[in-house]
């Protein structure tokens, strides 16, 4: 599961500076639901082959009492609960300040990895104003310029040391491995009733696990034969022998349980349309390359003319997404669970597919007498021949020449065509084209 990094200090001092460089400028997802006075950012970060979660946070005054300060304090003390690590950013130019006093002093009492970003200190790596950092009783710190990325890889690597790195992330796939499926959506749209509803009256065989650090549950279950681990990200929690789901949102939990899922069921709420909220998720989901099934719940409390305003909806703001079965239920009622369950097993079972290359190559050399790439200038792209690249999300790789001049709309043409024959559905499909060298090239 990926480790969490939380950016805390106060206003000014470069956080989001930080944060656009460790995620490379990747747009972060935002929490946005009702209650948020300032958002915290939410967002994606590579290190080589490791990959991260960073949380940009507003600035911080633990002492605040009232107003809005308080509210950012409360996200804040929020986004350091959520995470793993925490690097600390000060304002080497500034100096210190009675309010970084105030910080060191709540995050020693946190228990968490705390690291000490020296910030603005480009030129400054042996500068006799970082001693008085020590003053924090935090450790060293580490001189960074976000700016200009100086340190920001130290310093990162510094903070994900104590985290194991799974190398076998991308190992051949168990046919009796049972499917990982993450429940995702808004906060009260239903996911704790769905589950209750799934443990209690599926007659499910579930038990709880030990979670990680991070207190995620992974619940096993079976039904009619077929193996399901369900990844919580309702806050489910274990009470006596009775399964009590709390409905607490934590967009961190969503993230890792989409990361480690092979399906995820993006629930949305009939009676509120699709959010913003919901774009962003199901847009995590499609970058993750997880399979989807959407479901709308508490179908049953809207009308005929909200249903098709809905519908409208989810065609519009979720167009991304429409290769994904559409289904309509009522987690409280118990009504159209059934078709939920089949969809998923179609799903995960197109995520894995298996698609032979002969196969693969015959439907391109067909597609291409169909319809050929258009040609760009002198250069008129030869699509040779293809095979499968990789497995949840199937990935199909075509070889041949001057194929970066392949069209985003031709290469919508190929997907609709492998997708047809080999009858994918829920699941995202990438191509990617490679490009025969040529040896005259350099002559």
Request: charged residues 25%.
């Given at each position: 599961m990926k480790p969490v990094i939380a950016l805390v200090g106060r206003p000014n001092v470069g956080k989001s500076t930080l944060f656009n460089r460790m995620t490379k400028s990747r747009d972060a997802i935002v929490a946005d639901f009702a209650g948020l006075t300032r958002d915290r950012h939410y967002g994606d970060g590579h290190l080589g082959d490791r990959e991260f979660i960073v949380i940009d946070?507003?600035?911080?005054?633990?002492?605040?009492?009232?107003?809005?300060?308080?509210?950012?304090?409360?996200?804040?003390?929020?986004?350091?609960?959520?995470?793993?690590?925490?690097?600390?950013?000060?304002?080497?130019?500034?100096?210190?300040?009675?309010?970084?006093?105030?910080?060191?002093?709540?995050?020693?009492?946190?228990?968490?990895?705390?690291?000490l970003a020296a910030n603005k200190a480009e030129g400054m790596t042996d500068s006799p104003l970082l001693g008085e950092f020590y003053e924090l009783g935090l450790g060293a710190p580490h001189p960074v310029s976000a700016a200009h990325g100086q340190g920001v890889r130290s310093l990162t690597e510094a903070a994900l040391v104590d985290f194991p790195f799974d190398e076998d992330e991308e190992a051949e796939v168990d046919p009796d491995a049972p499917i990982r499926l993450a429940v995702a959506g808004r906060p009260n749209v239903g996911k704790s009733t769905l589950i209750n509803t799934w443990l209690g009256e599926e007659r499910l065989v579930a038990f709880d696990l030990p979670g990680t650090t991070r207190d995620a549950i992974h619940v096993p279950f079976e039904r009619h034969g077929q193996k399901f681990e369900l990844i919580d990200t309702a806050g489910l929690r274990r009470k006596g022998r009775v399964f009590e789901a709390i409905e607490k949102f934590s967009v961190v939990k969503t993230l890792q349980a989409i990361a480690d899922a092979n399906v995820v069921l993006l629930l949305l709420d009939a009676t509120q349309g699709v959010t913003d909220q919901d774009a962003h998720i199901a847009g995590y989901i499609l970058d993750s390359g997880r399979a989807v099934v959407l479901a709308v719940n508490k179908w049953d409390a809207v009308d005929d003319y909200q249903k098709q305003l809905l519908q409208r909806s989810i065609e519009q703001r979720l167009a991304f997404l429409k290769f994904a079965p559409l289904l309509h239920i009522s987690a409280k009622k118990r009504q159209g669970l059934g078709p939920v369950w089949k969809a998923i097993a179609d799903a995960h079972a197109s995520a894995t597919r298996k698609m032979p290359t002969p196969v693969l190559t015959r439907l391109l050399h067909e597609a291409v007498e169909h319809q050929a790439p258009k040609r760009a200038g002198m250069f008129r792209p030869k699509l040779r021949y293809a095979h499968q690249g990789g497995m949840n999300p199937p990935i199909i790789v075509i070889h041949g020449n001057s194929l970066d001049h392949v069209t985003d709309s031709y290469k919508r043409f190929l997907e609709g065509r492998f997708r047809d024959h080999f009858k994918l559905i829920g699941t995202p499909l990438r191509i990617e084209m490679r490009s025969s060298r040529n040896p005259f090239d350099e002559k």
């Open positions: 946070t507003g600035g911080f005054e633990p002492t605040a009492e009232s107003g809005i300060v308080k509210e950012m304090a409360k996200q804040t003390r929020q986004a350091v609960a959520e995470a793993d690590a925490v690097i600390f950013v000060v304002d080497v130019r500034g100096g210190l300040s009675a309010q970084d006093h105030d910080i060191a002093r709540f995050l020693r009492t946190t228990g968490k990895k705390i690291l």
